[in-house]
Antibody, heavy 116, light 107 residues
Framework: EIHLVESGGGLVNPGGSLRLSCAASGFTFSDYSMNWVRQAPGKGLEWVSYISSSSTYIHYADSVKGRFTISRDNAKNSLYLQMNSLRGEDTAVYYC?????????WGQGTLVTVSS | DIQMTQSPSSLSTSVGDRVTITCRASQGIENDLAWFQQKPGKAPKRLIYAASSLQSGVPSRFSGSGSGTEFTLTISSLQPEDFATYYCLQHNSYPRTFGPGTKVDIK
C-alpha cells in the first residue's frame, strides 16, 4: 500500500526557515515524480512545486520561487521542501502528492504556521 | 499561466439530486484535467482524471466530461457522503492550477 507521510511543520517567525519532509513507502519512489501542494486555513488548494523522478525537472509556483527549494533523496525514499524567508501568507497545511498529473496518492499534510 | 474558474462556488442540495459543477480554463488544456473531492481535515481524493476517466474505486455516480476549455463534473444522484468541496486541476502546463472550489452542502 502506498503511503506518504509529511513531517517538519510547526510555528516559525516571519523571515524564518523550515524544512518539510515526505517519507514514501509502498512503491518504487525513484520511478515517480512528486509535488508539494498547500492549503491555507479555510482556503482552496494551491500547487507549490514539482520535481521529476531523477530531479532533472523542477518547477515552482511564482508565489514561492526564489524562497522555496524542492529536493529528493531516492536512496532514502524521501521528498523535501526547504522554505526560507517565510511570510504570513505561507501559513498552510502542506501536502506531498505523487505524479506528473497529481494522482490519488497524497500524504495527510503537515501544518506550517508563520507568526510572531 | 492558465487560470481555472469553477461555477457555482457553492450549492445547497438534497440527497438524490443531480449535481453539475463546471470548470473553465483560460486557454485550451486538451483533456488534461482532474477532479478532486475534499472533506474537512482530510487530504483531497481524486475522482476523475483525463477529464472523463473514473478513478479506481470511485462510485459510478460520478462522471466527468469536456475538453479544451470547458469541463463538467456530474454526480447523478447525490449521496450523504458526497457533501464536500470539489476542485478541478489542470495539469497541461506549469504552474499547475486548481479551480477555487465548489462547496456542496445540505439544503
Amino acid at each position: 500500500e502506498i503511503h506518504l507521510v509529511e513531517s517538519g511543520g510547526g510555528l516559525v517567525n516571519p523571515g524564518g526557515s523550515l524544512r518539510l519532509s515526505c517519507a514514501a513507502s509502498g512503491f518504487t519512489f525513484s520511478d515517480y515524480s512528486m509535488n508539494w501542494v498547500r492549503q491555507a486555513p479555510g482556503k482552496g488548494l494551491e500547487w507549490v512545486s514539482y520535481i521529476s523522478s531523477s530531479s532533472t525537472y523542477i518547477h515552482y509556483a511564482d508565489s514561492v520561487k526564489g524562497r522555496f527549494t524542492i529536493s529528493r533523496d531516492n536512496a532514502k525514499n524521501s521528498l523535501y521542501l526547504q522554505m526560507n524567508s517565510l511570510r504570513g501568507e505561507d501559513t498552510a497545511v502542506y501536502y506531498c502528492a505523487e505524479g506528473v498529473t497529481i494522482s490519488d496518492y497524497w500524504g495527510q499534510g503537515t501544518l506550517v504556521t508563520v507568526s510572531s | 499561466d492558465i487560470q481555472m474558474t469553477q461555477s457555482p462556488s457553492s450549492l445547497s442540495t438534497s440527497v438524490g439530486d443531480r449535481v453539475t459543477i463546471t470548470c473553465r480554463a483560460s486557454q485550451g488544456i486538451e483533456n488534461d484535467l482532474a477532479w478532486f473531492q475534499q472533506k474537512p481535515g482530510k487530504a483531497p481524493k481524486r475522482l476523475i482524471y483525463a477529464a472523463s476517466s473514473l478513478q479506481s474505486g470511485v462510485p459510478s455516480r460520478f462522471s466527468g466530461s469536456g475538453s479544451g476549455t470547458e469541463f463538467t463534473l456530474t454526480i447523478s444522484s447525490l449521496q450523504p457522503e458526497d457533501f464536500a468541496t470539489y476542485y478541478c486541476l489542470q495539469h497541461n502546463s506549469y504552474p499547475r492550477t486548481f479551480g477555487p472550489g465548489t462547496k456542496v452542502d445540505i439544503k
